[in-house]
């Protein structure tokens, strides 16, 4: 009987690991069905990346407020960590404060996380103000209806709760402390709890325990709840914002990938020496021809896909887009989101059907429509902005490669351009023979 | 400015059997847009009167295929791509410089991996080079003390990180440069990228060069300067739009130093 609490305690943790574990390998897996990219190169500046975007938060800054409200919260989060790793060790071995025996340390520590835990339920409610009461743009954008926007709360409400349980069992405990109840030791400072522990004078010790331990069983379970909330959210960002710069583009933002299947065939076409016959036996070497561009999220590769399950849904990069500024139905967040729904979608019918089957539904069109794609500019404040280094625009261009090269679904006066650039070399129709006139005009 | 212009083409340059230090790309809308096609005069009396022995490839350039590939037509990019480097490694050319920064950023990034490598520059790269070796002087002149904002176009801003050159440039000419509250980083683009110049903006509320000259309004500028073809006619338009020709022009920085030297 006696060992019922931590018998249920691992059990629980168990279960709330094994479910996290499951639903991660599908996103690996989801992941897994881009294209290959080869982004193995330059290990260091890779990890530098890291260090200064994911884990430096070197880009969130861009936006004093939030940035530094979202640094508070983060710290906060990581550090807070370790006293979960107490509470675990408590849990298995059905300890209490088993690192008290760090004595001055052990006071420091809970009181760092004590004042964390305030600055943190402080952030959130600013959070929260910001995006319910002064209605910040880039929160009521269209596609942040529904679940996106609950989700974005849901987790507020989620801090708030795990933070105040926090600060809640410390104060119990420290009423009980005082009380020198049984099991619990004299160890840990206490500066913002013990403004609330007053509350509980005069309540019984029997009640005082129930209160410490409920609060610490709600506060651990709801950990765990949380550990397996971020698959269903926007916040999968906490684990996938480090493989996510570690992976980005290191090149120029300018510079768009050459489709190598194009490069095989162009210089096919150009090279005077090439042996016509060499051809189809390559052709046949590798099966169907090679699609171009992107119609569903299986052509775009593994790091867009990544982007997708990393997306924050900040807006920051929607809010900065001159095509959504100016009312055109582009959103470089939307892009992200419609992406990882799709692959979403790709992944549970994969998971019902043990292998792929076709659901007559693809991302261009269904999700994603050829209208949003042609109001790109090309600009790159999206990717420039985007703190978790994503590009919307390699998946808008990819997906453009399919409309015109698979679909010839170009606007017309682009193919106008395109006409004019294979006939005379320029994108309007004057000779190529007259490019020098200016000279002696 | 009666002096006519000295345009040599690596054509020329091949019968004489040497080679010119610097190749000028041109690009479609330097060659054909009347009003770019003042900014490539203006650079070449700036290459003239700092002696610099260049050549352009004249009839024999083409199209890079910016516009094919931002479209999403990879193998009419590609074929141009070929076609211009095959005549540009007949020439052996080592150095390039040109005006408009979407040829510069094709050029200089995307004709590498395929077999097209070259030392290209912004022309206003090249300039601030020339002033920094002494064989070009730049004097405020006219534009002394006017108030001025820069333009960043993307494809020299945040596609490659060049923010500075064309501002080095204006402090020379001893401008009062005044950023616009959306600057470097954060400039908004002017709405032609990406083939949109090409085609008629998708359904919105507002034009995006108009978004744009609005920023630039706010700086109270005499001068709008740019650095792209492109960014000059939609920011021209712009000013147009808001009925400022009259007292706001746009000027690419090659003009304005240009004119600086009355040449
Ligand atoms: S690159 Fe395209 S999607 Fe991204 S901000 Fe610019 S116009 Fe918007
Ligand atoms: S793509 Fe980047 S900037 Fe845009 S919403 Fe997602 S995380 Fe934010």
Redesign the pocket.
């Known amino acids: 009987m006696e060992y019922i609490p931590n018998i249920l305690f691992v059990l629980i943790l168990a279960a709330g690991i094994g479910y996290f574990t499951k639903n991660i390998r599908k996103v690996i897996r989801n992941i897994r069905l881009g294209k290959d990219v080869n982004r193995s190169d330059n290990k260091s500046a890779r990890f530098k990346n890291m260090a200064k975007i994911a884990l430096g938060q070197g880009k969130m800054t861009r936006r004093p407020v939030s940035g530094v409200l979202h640094i508070i919260v983060y710290i906060g989060f990581i550090i807070i960590n370790i006293e979960v790793l107490e509470i675990v060790i408590d849990g298995i071995l059905g300890t209490h404060r088993i690192f008290s025996f760090l004595g001055g340390a052990y006071d420091f520590l809970i009181g760092s996380f004590e004042i964390l835990a305030f600055l943190v339920l402080v952030g959130v409610i600013i959070f929260w103000i910001r995006r319910n009461v002064i209605k910040i743009k880039r929160f009521w954008s269209s596609e942040m209806k529904g679940w996106p926007k609950s989700d974005g709360n849901l987790i507020l409400y989620f801090e708030m709760v795990l933070m105040t349980l926090f600060l809640v069992m410390n104060a119990a405990d420290l009423q009980l402390q005082a009380m020198g109840a049984d099991h619990y030791v004299q160890a840990g400072a206490y500066p913002i709890s013990q403004f609330i522990s007053p509350l509980f004078e005069g309540i019984s010790q029997g009640a005082l325990i129930v209160l410490e331990r409920s609060a610490w069983w709600i506060h651990i379970i709801g950990i765990l709840v949380f550990l397996n909330y971020l698959y269903f959210s926007k916040h999968l960002h906490i684990l996938l914002a480090f493989p996510n710069t570690y992976f980005a583009n290191l090149k120029p933002q300018g510079e768009l990938d050459n489709l190598e299947a194009v490069t095989k065939e162009v210089m096919l076409m150009m090279d005077p020496n090439a042996d016509p016959f060499a051809a189809p036996a390559e052709d046949a070497d590798e099966g169907e021809p090679e699609k171009f561009g992107a119609s569903d999220v299986t052509d775009l590769n593994w790091v867009q896909l990544l982007n997708s399950y990393t ?8 809010s900065e887009c001159p095509a959504n500024q100016t009312g055109k139905k582009l959103s ?2 939307k892009i ?1 989101m419609d992406t990882r729904d799709r692959l979403q979608e790709v992944g549970d019918n994969i998971d019902k059907n043990g292998s792929f089957v076709d659901d007559g539904k693809q991302l261009l069109n269904d999700y994603i429509s050829p209208e949003e794609l042609w109001a790109c500019t090309s600009c790159n404040a ?1 990717v420039e ?4 280094n ?1 590009s ?1 625009l390699s998946i808008i261009l990819d997906m453009r490669r399919y409309l015109v090269m698979e679909e010839s679904a170009a606007p017309s006066e682009l193919n106008n351009m395109m006409t004019n650039i294979e006939n005379n070399g320029a994108p309007w129709p004057f000779n190529q023979m007259d490019r020098m006139n200016w000279s002696n005009e | 400015m009666s002096e006519a212009l000295k345009v040599p083409t690596m054509a020329e340059y091949m019968a004489e059997g040497k080679k010119p230090e610097v190749l000028f790309w041109v690009g479609c809308a330097g060659s054909f847009d009347d009003r770019a096609k003042k900014i490539t005069k203006a650079f070449v009396k700036l290459l003239n009167s700092a002696n610099v022995d260049f050549a352009v490839l004249g009839t024999e350039e083409s199209c890079t295929g910016d516009p094919a590939k931002r479209s999403g037509n990879e193998f009419l990019f590609q074929m141009q791509a070929v076609t211009n480097i095959e005549v540009m490694n007949a020439y052996e050319i080592k150095k390039v410089v040109t005006a408009c920064p979407h040829c510069f950023n094709t050029l200089k990034n995307e004709y590498p991996a395929l077999g097209g490598d070259y030392d290209v520059m912004h022309h206003t790269q090249f300039l601030k080079s020339l002033l920094e070796e002494g064989r070009l002087t730049v004097e405020g002149g006219k534009f002394k003390g006017k108030r001025i904002t820069f333009h960043d176009p993307c494809y020299l801003g945040r596609a490659n990180n060049v923010y500075e050159a064309p501002r080095d440039l204006l402090r020379k000419l001893e401008v009062e440069l005044v950023e616009m509250k959306r600057c470097k980083q954060k400039g908004l683009c002017c709405g032609a990228g990406g083939a949109q110049m090409f085609k008629e903006p998708e359904a919105g509320n507002k034009d995006i060069n108009v978004e744009r000259t609005e920023d630039a309004l706010e700086t109270k500028p005499e001068i709008i300067a740019a650095g792209c073809p492109f960014c000059n006619t939609m920011m021209t338009d712009g000013v147009k739009s808001k009925e400022k020709e009259e007292s706001i022009e746009v000027l690419d920085i090659a003009e304005m130093i240009a004119t600086a030297q009355d040449l």
């Open positions: 997306c924050t849904e900040c807006g920051r990069c929607t470089p967040r992200m999206c902005t985007c703190p978790v994503i919307p």
